[in-house]
């Protein structure tokens, strides 16, 4: 087993909030130049980019965890990752059945930008991303593992967005498999204001939206190989497997 460098919170063109350099080429090339070897496309509810990512990722030896961003109901954004793209393209159904039809205003929000492996435009989302689902966060969450995915509630400690700015605190009903938390805060600091995600894994990344920023934070994972199935096993502390912040 050895240790592997991992950034699972990127964004692409696809969100309006993703820069238009990130391009699922470009984030490859800035992911490989960091010395990347995991990381997690996570564009705001949408997997349109995924399956482009992962191809792109195996030709220059990156694991790409198929991923999203979701919003909720209450305006907590929580990641999702799945195993397979069959998976992400479930979710994406649901996710089309539950984004409120609002149309995006590029001029204030960004462009949602679909491209290709040569960074041609293929298509522009019409409706706003980046606003909150008609589910709730329990809703999501059962959806996620009801097809076989990964659960992390994200950047816990802002100020807002976060289920502890949304909600207040972390229902016992809810199946987490891990809590991210933002660049900027230690794992000290943040256990210190939130002694209860102790019992959870933690888990850190950089929720790039610039090319630049793609690595700024990364957790290292002690896995056989950089699979789905290695990385559930090291979230859960299992058979050896491990999570280091670095």
Same mark, same amino acid.
């Given at each position: ?6 950034? $699972?919170? =990127? ?15 470009? =984030? %490859?090339?800035?992911?490989?130049? *960091? ?12 997997? &349109? ?21 979701? !919003?909720?109901?209450? #305006? ?13 393209? *479930? ?12 149309? !995006? ?14 960074? #041609?435009?293929?298509?522009?989302? +019409?409706?706003? $991303? ?19 995915? %990964? ?9 807002? !967005? ?13 199946? =987490?498999?891990?809590? +991210? ?6 794992? +000290? ?12 894994? $933690?888990? @850190?990344?950089?929720?790039?939206? &610039? ?5 700024? @934070? ?14 559930? *096993?090291?979230? $859960? !502390? ?9």
């Amino acid at each position: 087993m050895k240790w592997y460098r991992a950034d $699972l919170h =990127i964004h692409s063109v696809l969100s309006p909030c993703g820069d238009l350099d990130m391009s699922p080429a470009r =984030i %490859i090339r800035e992911a490989k130049k *960091k010395k990347l070897e995991i990381i997690g496309l996570t564009d705001h509810n949408s997997t &349109l980019h995924v399956e482009l990512m992962m191809e792109l990722g195996k030709k220059e030896g990156i694991t790409v965890f198929p991923g999203v961003e979701i !919003n909720t109901r209450e #305006e907590v954004h929580c990641l999702a990752f799945f195993e397979k793209v069959d998976d992400a393209q *479930k979710f994406q159904e649901f996710l089309e059945k539950h984004l409120p039809e609002i149309h !995006n205003k590029p001029e204030r929000f960004g462009h949602q930008l679909v491209v290709n492996e040569l960074e #041609e435009i293929l298509n522009e989302i +019409e409706y706003l $991303l980046i606003i909150g689902l008609d589910c709730s966060i329990d809703e999501i969450e059962q959806k996620v593992h009801e097809l076989g995915g %990964i659960f992390i509630p994200a950047h816990v400690d802002r100020k807002s !967005n976060s289920i502890f700015s949304q909600i207040g605190f972390i229902s016992d009903d809810l199946k =987490i498999d891990a809590v +991210e938390y933002s660049s900027g805060v230690t794992k +000290e600091k943040l256990l210190n204001q939130y002694p209860e995600l102790e019992k959870y894994a $933690l888990i @850190s990344n950089s929720d790039a939206h &610039l090319p630049e920023q793609i690595g700024h @934070s990364i957790t290292e994972y002690f896995l056989e190989t950089p699979t789905f199935e290695e990385f559930k *096993k090291a979230l $859960l !502390n299992e058979g050896g497997r491990k999570i280091r912040l670095v």
